[in-house]
């Protein structure tokens, strides 16, 4: 079962930021975090791997709270360059959870000048 | 370009005829994906494999057929595909599962 992004979409200005959410209805091994920008290949930003774990990418950074099956990604000091649309991608956790990767349904994130 | 090349970037095909995409990368990595991406909806995984050995097939219909003859190449192979199967194609690599995903660029195909 697919994970679920919120919000859809969302606009910015230069400079403000942002939290994407990504909640799963299953225990979780791992999350992933991906940005597409039009017409481009998804580009890995991190992975979390254990519950309360956070991590940071430049201005991003993310956390995982295992407990509450999910995970979010934190944009700060937003710039043009973070527009795209960022996909989560969860890893379900014990028997049967194997190597699949499902992805949420995605965040449309646009910043403007 | 990302380490992961995919071609053709575009394809066009009949209901009828049999293409095949490719896929290569050189960044040494062990586990290689096929991704749908179609409009409006999320990344489906289609195949995983690990070490050249196919270890999920997600409910993929049979007239898709994956090929991995080593660790560097993934094929998907089409046959008598229907309209709906018109989607972005992505293949991606890792070091190994569980490990962050370099994506190719993608096949834009269109089934008509």
């Known amino acids: 079962q697919q994970p679920v992004q919120s919000p859809q979409a969302v606009i910015l200005r230069e400079g403000e930021d942002a939290v994407i959410n990504c909640s799963s209805s299953k225990a979780l091994y791992s999350v992933h975090w991906y940005r597409q920008k039009h017409g481009e290949a998804p580009v890995f930003l991190m992975i979390?791997?254990?519950?309360?774990e956070q991590k940071g990418h430049e201005k991003i950074s993310a956390s995982f709270n295992e407990k509450k099956q999910q995970s979010s990604l934190y944009l700060t000091a937003s710039q043009l360059s973070y527009s795209g649309t960022y996909f989560c991608?969860?890893?379900?956790?014990?028997?049967?959870?194997?190597?699949?990767?499902?992805f949420g349904t995605g965040t449309q994130l646009k910043v403007e000048l | 370009e990302t380490g992961v090349t995919q071609t053709p970037r575009h394809l066009v095909m009949g209901m009828t005829n049999k293409k095949s995409l490719k896929c290569e990368q050189h960044l040494g990595h062990n586990a290689m994906y096929w991704y749908k991406q179609s409009a409006k909806k999320p990344l489906e995984l289609m195949f995983v494999?690990?070490?050249?050995?196919?270890?999920e097939n997600n409910s993929v219909p049979s007239r898709f057929s994956p090929e991995c003859p080593n660790s560097s190449h993934l094929f998907l192979h089409l046959h008598t595909l229907q309209p709906e199967d018109s989607a972005l194609y992505l293949c991606?690599?890792?070091?190994?599962?569980?490990?962050?995903?370099?994506f190719g660029s993608g096949t834009r195909l269109t089934v008509v």
């Open positions: 991608g969860t890893e379900i956790g014990g028997a049967g959870g194997g190597n699949k990767l499902t």
């Open positions: 991606a690599s890792s070091p190994r599962v569980t490990y962050g995903y370099t």
């Open positions: 494999y690990n070490f050249k050995e196919q270890t």
């Open positions: 979390l791997l254990k519950g309360g």
